[in-house]
């Protein structure tokens, strides 16, 4: 695949709406009910392999406001590894640069959130980590084919 295999409609802003919205009701639900609800994502690859979500909380690098996403998550020993995939589009998501400029960051898994310091991993981590990721999404190399840019992977230690 190349990135021009990307479909179109993708990148219409209806989409790019819907996604937000999706992002909140999301967030909501799985605060309401401690993760039982959104606590695992169930679309594309994910349909016959659920996948497992959880909700980073990050601040907004320009605002300054607390920013929170659910995001699907990869456990490395005590680290959580998170993939800035945004669908394969031409950018990173918010949530990156949120985390570049300030890696001071809390993860919700469950009903267990904790505080964490998030890092951009280097190539060699990043190459040992992204079969795993792929393993438990293969949508990821879908994404990585569909854009120019390398996915960033995040590591997120226990602070």
């Known amino acids: 695949m190349d990135p021009n295999s990307r479909p179109s409609q993708l990148d219409s802003p209806i989409v790019a709406?819907?996604?937000?919205?999706?992002?909140?009701?999301?967030?909501?639900?799985?605060?309401?009910t401690?993760?039982?609800?959104?606590?695992?994502?169930?679309?594309?690859?994910?349909?016959?392999?659920?996948?497992?979500?959880c909700l980073l909380t990050t601040v907004g690098r320009k605002s300054g406001q607390e920013?929170?996403?659910?995001?699907?998550?990869?456990?490395?020993g005590d680290a959580i590894v998170l993939v800035a995939s945004?669908?394969?589009?031409?950018?990173?998501p918010s949530w990156y640069y949120n985390v570049r400029d300030e890696p001071a960051v809390r993860i919700q898994i469950g009903d267990d959130e904790r505080a964490y310091r998030?890092?951009?991993?280097?190539?060699?981590?990043?190459?040992?980590?992204?079969p795993q990721l792929v393993e438990l999404y293969a949508d990821f190399d879908t994404y990585a084919a569909w854009t120019d840019r390398t996915i960033p992977v995040v590591v997120c230690a226990p602070a």
């Open 17 to 32: 709406h819907l996604i937000k919205v999706g992002s909140r009701l999301n967030t909501r639900l799985y605060r309401l």
């Open 34 to 53: 401690r993760g039982k609800l959104g606590g695992t994502w169930r679309v594309g690859a994910a349909l016959s392999k659920p996948a497992p979500v």
């Open 67 to 76: 920013r929170t996403v659910p995001l699907l998550f990869l456990r490395d």
């Open 86 to 92: 945004q669908g394969g589009l031409p950018n990173n």
């Open 118 to 130: 998030a890092r951009i991993a280097d190539d060699a981590e990043r190459a040992r980590l992204w």
